[in-house]
């Protein structure tokens, strides 16, 4: 998200949405509603087991996050128009719908290349100009020649070293 943030700055980030594609309890979905000013931060979460405990921290969320928000809000939160809100969807991340973000993030690992191949499509059919998808260790297949691969790095990560792409859907 700084590698984004520094190089396309915050403006579209305000306007948006960030989903994450198998958000598991949502600690990524938390994470960025607290840094970065979304408009709305999305988890999607096959296992009801992982969404519901990512429902309780949610709830806890939402309680402090707005009791912080209206004590700091000129300047630890001044870049932000309101509270982020957080959805935690339980259900295919397939089927749902994407076109309200502008940054998607799958912990891609170990996603079948058929089911990369499928992201890629919805991505391509879903997605504004101007998105974000990042993906771990795999590239997205057979994206249209309306994106391109902006970086690929290597980061440490609690099960091991991946490499990190970030897609672009062009202008």
């Known amino acids: 998200?700084?590698?984004?943030?520094?190089?396309?700055?915050?403006?579209?980030?305000?306007?948006?949405?960030?989903?994450?594609?198998?958000?598991?309890?949502?600690?990524?979905?938390?994470?960025?509603a607290c840094l970065y000013p979304f408009k709305k931060c999305i988890g999607i979460e096959y296992l009801e087991m992982l969404h519901d405990i990512g429902l309780d921290i949610k709830s806890k969320y939402d309680k402090k996050f707005e009791e912080n928000f209206n004590n700091y809000k000129d300047s630890f939160f001044q870049n932000y128009d309101s509270i982020p809100q957080i959805e935690l969807i339980n259900g295919d991340f397939l089927t749902c719908n994407w076109s309200e973000a502008s940054f998607i993030l799958a912990n891609s690992t170990c996603f079948s290349n058929e089911l990369m191949s499928s992201l890629a499509k919805k991505a391509d059919e879903e997605l504004k100009p101007g998105s974000f998808f990042v993906t771990f260790t795999k590239k997205l297949p057979g994206l249209s020649e309306k994106w391109e691969v902006k970086e690929g790095f290597r980061r440490l990560m609690s099960w091991g070293i991946a490499t990190i792409y970030v897609h672009h859907k062009k202008n």
């Open 1 to 32: 998200m700084e590698y984004i943030k520094s190089v396309y700055g915050e403006n579209e980030i305000r306007k948006s949405a960030f989903i994450d594609l198998g958000s598991g309890i949502g600690r990524a979905v938390v994470a960025l």
